[in-house]
Structures are given as structure tokens and as C-alpha cells.
């Protein structure tokens, strides 16, 4: 195990019961972008109402409509509980005193936040969070592939769907009807493509908060049998 220390007045925080709540919203998150995907293209194939009156309202806008529903809840939850999740596994770390993880707990959400700096300081926060965990059991501390796989599905995703955000406004998808019907075709096909690597994204970044979750949780396990 690492050497660490604990200041007095520190009790570190299981992270095993938030990763199962994170999990439950991740799924979520997830079941709500293959919706949303699924919608997408259903929409291009078959038609949508976005199109024009003669369409009508098609299953695709019933599926994209649901989806998007599910994205919000899914969304706001797993991003509230990733950044408890980060918060707690950061301190504990932090005042465990583990010399691989070097950043202030805050700043491992506070990165997410700040623009530019976010389109790399997290990944670089994540790694140190991994491997201070790893360590903390003396297990490998190099960072695994789909750490970068991860952030860079994650990055691609939120550059995507922001231009198809703003796309979409600009194709009139606040009015009865799409303005610039194939500029808005074209918004679906970005919401499909940001949807598969959120998907990716999400099931990815699970894999390592589990792993995460367990070392830490070990950790202190050994410890309380010391």
C-alpha cells in the first residue's frame, strides 16, 4: 500500500453508494442519447414534422421528443454526482497525502468550468485521480487507453452538439416548422453522430469511476482491519 497519512479531524468518504446513484443516472444519460439517436434517424428516413405540415408528427418525433426528456434528467443528475464524485475521491487522496495526486479537490470540478482550460485540465485531473488510487493499493499507476479514449469522445461530443445547437436555432427548430429544412437535416445527423460518443463517453468514464470507487473503498477497508 502507499504511505499515506490522515490530518486529524479527517474521516475519508466511501465513494461505493455514490457510484451506484452515479451509475443509475449514467444509465439513464445513456438510454436517453440511443433515443435520441434513434429519433434522429428515424426522423431522416421517415420523415418529421419539423419538415413541414405535410409529414405530420412521425414516431421519430415521439422517440426524439421522449429522448430528449430522459437527456435533461439524465444529464443534470450524472453531472451533479460526477462532480460530487470527483470532489470526494480528490479530497480523500488530497488528505491522504498520496504523492500522485497533486491538485486541489476543488479544482477537480472546477476545471470542467473554465473555458479552453477544460479542453484539457480535467483529463489531466482524471489521470491524477486514477492513479492515486491505484497507488493507494500499489497497483499500476499508468493510465489505461480508454482514459484518452474517454476524454476525447467527451470533447467531441460537446464541440458537436454545440454546433448542432446552434445550427438548429439558425434552421428555425423553435418554430411550427423548420426554416432551412436541410440545414436542420443536417443537425439531426450531427445530434446522431455527438450521441454515439456520448454513449461511448459515458459507458467508458464508468468503467474508471468504478475502478476508482473500489480502490479507495479497499483502501479504507484495509485500513480499518489495521
Known sequence: MADTFEPS?????????LFK????????????????????????LMGSAMFGPEYG????????????LLLVIGFIGSIILFCVFSYRSAKNLKNWGVREYETA?????GWYFIPIANLW???????????????????????????????LCWIFTNIISNVSFRMSMRAGYLENYATDVPLYKTTLMLDSV??????????????LLKTIAEN???????????
Open 216 to 226: 479507495q473503498d479497499g483502501f479504507i477497508n484495509s485500513k480499518t482491519f489495521d
Open 105 to 109: 479537490p476543488g479544482w477537480a470540478v
Open 21 to 44: 446513484w452515479l451509475r443509475a443516472f449514467f444509465f439513464i444519460y445513456v438510454l436517453s442519447e440511443a433515443l435520441v439517436v434513434s429519433g434522429s434517424l428515424m426522423s431522416l
Open 9 to 17: 479531524g479527517f474521516v475519508p468518504k466511501k465513494l461505493g453508494k
Open 57 to 68: 408528427f412521425t414516431i421519430g418525433d415521439i422517440i426524439l421528443g421522449v429522448g430528449g
Open 194 to 207: 455527438s450521441g454515439v460518443l456520448g454513449i461511448i463517453a459515458a459507458l467508458l468514464v464508468l468503467k
Open 121 to 151: 485540465k480535467p483529463y489531466g485531473v482524471m489521470d491524477q485521480i486514477w492513479s492515486g488510487s491505484q497507488a493507494l493499493l500499489q497497483k499500476t499507476t499508468l493510465a489505461p487507453p480508454i482514459l484518452g479514449v474517454w476524454w
